[in-house]
Each structure stands twice: as C-alpha cells, then as structure tokens.
C-alpha cells in the first residue's frame, strides 16, 4: 500500500511538471484529471496504431461457406474476459454455426478446454516467427472477439483492424477510443449475456455483404 501511495505521488508530480500529456482515449483523460487535478488543456488524445508490420495490400474476403474462425489475443486469462469467449465459442456451435476459436498470449492449464478452442500461447512480435504466425492467424479469421473486463486502450483492436477484422468487445475504460460502434468494431455492455453476444456474431456472420462492409470499414 505504501509503495502504491508513493507511486502515486511520484506519477501527479511528473504529470503537473510536463507541459503536454498524451493519452490514448478520452477515458484516460477524465482519470488524469481526476485523480491527479491535471489541467484538462495540458492534455491531449491520440489513440495507439498497429504494432503489426504489413508487406502486402490487404484485400478484404468474405467466406462463402459457413464455419466461422474467431480469434482472442490478450494475456490476462481473467482480466481478458476468456471464460466468456470460450462460452460464446461454445454457443456458437451448440446454434449449429461450426466455429474455431484461437486465442493468443493466454493460456489456462486448470481447466480442460472444448476441441475448437486452440491455445497458441505467447507471441513475441518482435521475434519473426512469432509475428508471422500472429499475421497469418489473424488473416485467417473473420472476427476478433476480447470480452476484456478492464482495459486503457487495447492495442489489438487496432492490429485486428489492421489486417481486415471486425472486433468484438467490451465498452470498458478506453476501448471506446479505440472502437467506433457499428464502424470498426460492436461495444457490448460488460453485464450483456453470452447468448446476446452470441446471436449478433450469427446474424452478421450469415449476412456476407454486411460482414464485408464492416471489414471494409475496420481496414479502413
């Protein structure tokens, strides 16, 4: 608790003795004022890119057939919402829409896990293997879900976009700088039940020249 206390007062110092402050969402300047007292005109917004590294135009596809591949990169087994994600997998199928789930970063060894989910572990961007598989998983799905519960920004959210994704999450902390509703990705509710998320990824799943458009529109 000390140590938090000190970080705390290490962190208002620095924020009141800088002349300009970046952030990454309109949630993380409301906090910086908040709980530093920061002058609001100090601070300013710019959202995180793609750390993913493209050699070749991206041209957006639409399967014609129905089994759906969606992908979960996050860490924090717990913090990324991956219960939830491996639910919403479970539904899909259970509805009779075949569905592949790969995560990324997170891996859980206590619980065993359906035959559709595939755990890739950690993926070190900066290692070439590791990129390129990450590249290569994320061309290969039609939609990246992270029912994440706590969130700055969310960095993956611009690398789905990035490579033609759809992203599907929750409006928690700074996401909202990173998604446009509708456009680049659906915010949820956090409380918004498996089932609910669930029947929206069928209908914009079967609806191809919706799911292409809203492809289009994340790329962009």
């Known amino acids: 608790k000390k140590s938090f206390n000190e970080a705390n007062i290490l962190e208002k110092l620095a924020l009141q003795k800088a002349k300009k402050i970046i952030v990454t969402s309109a949630w993380a300047k409301k906090e910086t004022i908040k709980h530093y007292s920061i002058n609001p005109k100090k601070i300013a917004i710019i959202p995180f890119g793609s750390n993913i590294n493209l050699t070749k135009k991206i041209n957006i596809k639409t399967k014609s057939n129905e089994h759906l591949n969606l992908v979960s990169i996050g860490v924090d087994w717990n913090r990324k919402g991956m219960d ?59 939609i990246h879900i992270l029912m994440t519960k706590k969130e700055a920004c969310g960095v993956v959210f611009a690398e789905a976009n990035s490579l033609g994704l759809y992203n599907i999450t929750n409006n928690v902390g700074g996401v909202k700088g990173m998604i446009k509703n509708n456009v680049n990705g659906k915010l949820f509710n956090l409380k918004d039940s498996e089932s609910k998320i669930t029947n929206y990824i069928i209908k914009i799943f079967k609806n191809k020249k919706k799911l292409y458009k809203l492809k289009k529109n994340s790329l962009i």
């Open 84 to 142: 939830k994600t491996v639910k919403i997998a479970q539904n899909l199928n259970k509805k009779g829409l075949k569905t592949q789930l790969q995560i990324i970063g997170s891996i859980n060894k206590k619980r065993k896990l359906p035959n559709y989910v595939n755990q890739l572990g950690f993926l070190n961007k900066n290692i070439k293997k590791d990129h390129k598989r990450i590249v290569n998983t994320l061309l290969k799905s039609d």
